[in-house]
C-alpha cells in the first residue's frame, strides 16, 4: 500500500525558513515523481514544486512565485523527499501536501496524482 506521510509545519515569522518532508512507503524509488501542493482557506490547490526521477531536463521543477526560496530534494536511501523553504511570506500559509504519480516518465504540468499524504500545516505570522 502507498502511503505518504507529511511533516514540518508549523508556525514561522515572515522571512523565516521551514524544512518540509514527505515520507514515502509502498513502492520504490526508481521510477516516480513527488510533488508538493498547497490549499490556503478558501483558495484552490495550487502546486508547489516537482521532483521527478525520470526527467531528462533535471527532474525539478518550481511554481514561479516558488523559485529561488524553495528547494526540492530527495533521499532515495530514505524514501524520503524534502521541500526546504526559504524566505516565507504571509502568503505561503496553506496545508501542504505531497503526492506521488507512480505511472512513470513523469511529463511536467501532466503528473497523474493518484497518492495524496494528509497534508501539514504551514502558518507564516508577520
Known amino acids: 500500500e502507498v502511503q505518504l506521510a507529511e511533516s514540518g509545519g508549523g508556525l514561522v515569522q515572515a522571512g523565516g525558513s521551514l524544512r518540509l518532508s514527505c515520507a514515502a512507503s509502498?513502492?520504490?524509488?526508481?521510477?516516480?515523481?513527488i510533488g508538493w501542493f498547497r490549499q490556503a482557506p478558501g483558495k484552490e490547490r495550487e502546486g508547489v514544486s516537482v521532483i521527478s526521477s525520470s526527467s531528462s531536463d533535471g527532474g525539478t521543477y518550481y511554481a514561479d512565485s516558488d523559485k529561488g526560496r524553495f528547494t526540492i530534494s530527495s533521499d532515495n536511501a530514505k524514501n524520503t523527499v524534502y521541500l526546504q523553504m526559504n524566505d516565507l511570506k504571509l502568503e505561503d500559509t496553506a496545508v501542504y501536501y505531497c503526492?506521488?504519480?507512480?505511472?512513470?516518465?513523469?511529463?511536467?504540468?501532466?503528473?497523474?496524482?493518484?497518492?495524496w499524504g494528509q497534508g501539514t500545516q504551514v502558518t507564516v505570522s508577520s
Open positions: 503526492a506521488a504519480d507512480l505511472a512513470g516518465a513523469y511529463v511536467y504540468g501532466h503528473g497523474i496524482w493518484d497518492y
Open positions: 509502498g513502492f520504490t524509488f526508481d521510477d516516480y515523481a
